[in-house]
């Protein structure tokens, strides 16, 4: 059986997360810029391979360029050195609710599962065949180098450590 290509719609998609901001707000950022493929067995995006995803790091956005050049620094991504974010994963099913895969931050990789729920399967009005995902999951920002920490003169944490990743992808096959 022939492999079908799939690439991410960036228009029709977006990656977003969220962290604990003082811990008693939440802070929400984006990904402006990412891109990434699968393929699966056949037409049909049921048993998907060689799924890989990547973000450029500079195009984060939190709603404050401050905080995002703040980001984009040594103290967390250090883009210069570190532009991408990655994720691949060797297969997963649709029909089961988790992917694992590696995931590298900086120059550290490892191994994360992530929660999946198909969307299903669709021909667009234009006659593209896109399939629907959203990938969910948390993270420890500190497992991957993103270390930055710093308290409040009342001794409060200014950020949290877990991050909470949402992913809303759709894949459109390839001609």
């Known amino acids: 059986m022939a492999s079908t290509k799939w690439n991410i ?49 500079k195009s984060i956005d939190t709603s404050n360029e401050q905080r995002d050049e ?43 599962v992530l929660d999946v729920e198909y969307g299903g399967q669709v021909v667009d009005p234009y006659g593209q065949t896109k399939a629907g995902l959203t990938v969910s999951g948390k993270i420890s920002r500190k497992e991957f180098g993103l270390t930055y920490h710093a308290v409040t003169e009342a001794g409060n944490v200014v950020l949290g450590d877990q991050i909470k990743i949402n992913v809303e992808v759709q894949f459109v096959k390839e001609a």
């Not at 811990?23 to 391979?49: L, R």
Request: hydrophobic share 35%; net charge negative.
């Open 70 to 112: 703040h980001l984009r620094s040594g103290d967390f991504f250090d883009v210069e050195k570190h532009p991408y974010l990655v994720f691949k994963a060797e297969s997963f099913d649709v029909n089961k609710d988790t992917v694992e895969g590696q995931l590298t931050i900086k120059d550290v990789t490892k191994n994360v």
């Open 9 to 57: 719609d960036p228009t029709h998609s977006e990656v977003t997360f969220k962290v604990k901001h003082l811990m008693i707000s939440t802070v929400t950022g984006k990904f402006k810029v990412f891109e990434g493929g699968a393929e699966s067995e056949g037409d049909e995006f049921k048993k998907v391979n060689n799924v890989e995803f990547k973000a450029d790091v």
